[in-house]
């Protein structure tokens, strides 16, 4: 095979979606890191944040855990985390105090609203080598990969 310019590929890694995939997770990471690190944000923080707008009313650790696709105590210690800061605040839910209800802050909602740009900046520019149509099927062909192979994860997400 051969990979940009005609070089040949290094190895048959790159012949391997699972190895493909791992490895632009990492380059993502870095891309997010670049453009968004100088406000110690993680990308699963940030979509924490994202999700919660989408819940004015506040949403449990176990439900905002499928929505996010991540295990529950993953998501309750990225909740703390970002509650340290004054972007969530958490709370006994109502109808049932061993859950634990997060709600995005005012200051949450303005932090994100600060970082969206760069957050932007860094998925522009991990697609930027890619065409139009090459983006939008790119996105169509993961999203395809996701429903089909939800049940698979450690953590099943709500689609």
């Known amino acids: 095979m051969r990979g940009a310019a005609g070089a040949p590929d290094p190895s048959r890694m790159w012949t391997r979606p699972g190895f493909l995939i791992r490895r632009l997770h990492q380059i993502h990471y870095g891309l997010f890191f670049e453009e968004c690190g ?20 506040g949403v449990d650790i176990g439900a905002l855990a499928v929505q996010m696709g991540i295990d529950r105590s993953n998501t309750a210690d990225i909740a703390r985390r970002l509650a340290r800061r ?33 957050m932007q900046k860094s998925q522009d520019r991990l697609l930027r080598p890619l065409s139009s149509e090459q983006r939008l099927a790119l996105i ?19 689609l």
């Open 86 to 118: 004054g972007y969530v605040k958490q709370e006994p839910a109502k109808t049932d105090r061993r859950k634990v209800v997060s709600r995005i802050t005012k200051e949450g909602r303005t932090f994100l609203k600060r970082m969206e740009p760069p």
């Open 38 to 57: 100088h406000e110690t944000i993680t990308p699963l923080q940030f979509g924490m944040l994202t999700v919660l707008t989408e819940h004015p009313e």
């Open 140 to 158: 169509e062909a993961l999203r395809i990969l996701v429903r089909t192979y939800n049940d698979k994860g450690r953590a099943r997400m709500q």
